[in-house]
């Protein structure tokens, strides 16, 4: 009788959810959205915007009733966000590129990865960042180092790390796509080859297109078809990645809890990307899931950098900025080689 009156099992669970992580998801929008009309309406990257704003508001992850609520943005929502983005793969689009170009762009994503890993050891920084810096530029930029993070195990220095990638991944993105066009031009590439360069270096997808089509519409259209090559490496990746970690805890503490054997964010993605790839999601939906994983990995960011000291930033060091700067001019030049071998 009293179960009655209090209402259905269901009901009470929702109200509980919104009670403990409402006013934190909200914020975490509000942070979102503010990032979204400055990017609007003076040029400037989302993610950047929303990264500053989020750690000017540190003290709102501290305590208060908006903690919980941003820590499950920065977990929950991230992951619904890298999900989405399978809806940008269309397996049909890449394949028209031909292979040997697939081919090129696959290597430098996974020589990137590497010579992430070996500079990291160079310079003493754990195995952690170096996958992370690597895979963020290799594949995808800020997106890539959300879904990377995911399935890291976790330490004290994560979401400092994390942080760190995201903030010096969009200024280097956004540096690249006013430089790399001009770049290009002094190379003496053509359209095409500029579009392959741009498409297989710059790290974020919104910088890729930026710079594209500010060459020409032909420049563009490559450089986003070969930017979702890159995308597309994020699943295995993460997988691998996933596999390796739950092998290493399987052998570290028997009877304990493992991780998942795929992670379900990326099973989503794999999902939305064969369904896309099939045809199978009408058009007007393809733009609706694409802004709504816009959308999340933006509260998402901005859940992060609240939740991140800026002095935790600034405790990463020269070395880890070097790392980057490192593994970017890597990729470049592993492109540009690639696309000589092609052109030969």
């Known amino acids: 009788m009293l179960r009655r009156i209090a209402g259905p099992e269901p009901v009470a669970g929702v109200t509980r ?33 929303a990264l500053l704003l989020g750690i000017a508001l540190h003290f709102l992850a501290e305590e208060g009733p908006c903690v919980e609520g941003i820590a499950f943005a920065s977990r929950t929502v991230l992951r619904i966000g890298v999900a989405l983005l ?20 696959v290597a430098a994503v996974i020589c990137t990865i590497l010579f992430g890993l070996l500079g990291a050891r160079l310079l003493g920084r754990g195995w952690r960042f170096g996958l992370l810096t690597g895979g963020a530029v290799a594949i995808c930029g800020a997106s890539a180092a959300i879904a990377i993070s995911a399935v890291l195990p976790k330490n004290e220095h994560s979401e400092r790390n994390l942080i760190f990638t995201v903030l010096a991944i969009t200024v280097l993105s956004t540096v690249a796509m006013i430089c790399y066009p001009i770049l290009g031009r002094s190379l003496g590439l053509d359209d095409p080859g500029i579009g392959l360069f741009l498409g297989g270096t710059i790290h974020d997808v919104a910088q890729v297109v930026g710079a594209g089509f500010s060459v020409s519409e032909s420049a563009g259209e490559v450089a986003t078809l070969v930017k979702l090559i890159r995308v597309a490496m994020l699943a295995p990746v993460v997988v691998v990645i996933s596999l390796t970690v739950r092998r290493q805890a399987g052998a570290g503490a028997a009877g304990g809890p493992r991780p998942p054997l795929l992670p379900g964010f990326v099973a989503g993605f794999l999902a939305l990307a064969a369904l896309n790839s099939a045809g199978m999601i009408p058009t007007p939906f393809l733009s609706a899931l694409a802004g709504l994983s816009g959308w999340a990995l933006l509260t998402a960011i901005a859940a992060v950098g609240m939740r991140t000291s800026l002095r935790r930033i600034v405790d990463v060091g020269g070395q880890a900025i070097a790392l980057l700067l490192a593994e970017s001019l890597f990729i470049a030049v592993f492109v540009l080689a690639g696309l000589a071998l092609l052109e030969g």
């Open 17 to 49: 959810f919104v009670r403990a992580n409402g006013y934190g998801v909200l914020v975490s929008l509000i942070v979102a959205a503010a990032a979204r009309f400055l990017s609007e309406h003076y040029g400037a990257p989302p993610m950047l915007m």
């Open 86 to 105: 399978g809806v940008r793969i269309s397996l049909e689009l890449m394949l028209d590129l031909g292979a040997e170009l697939i081919a090129t762009v």
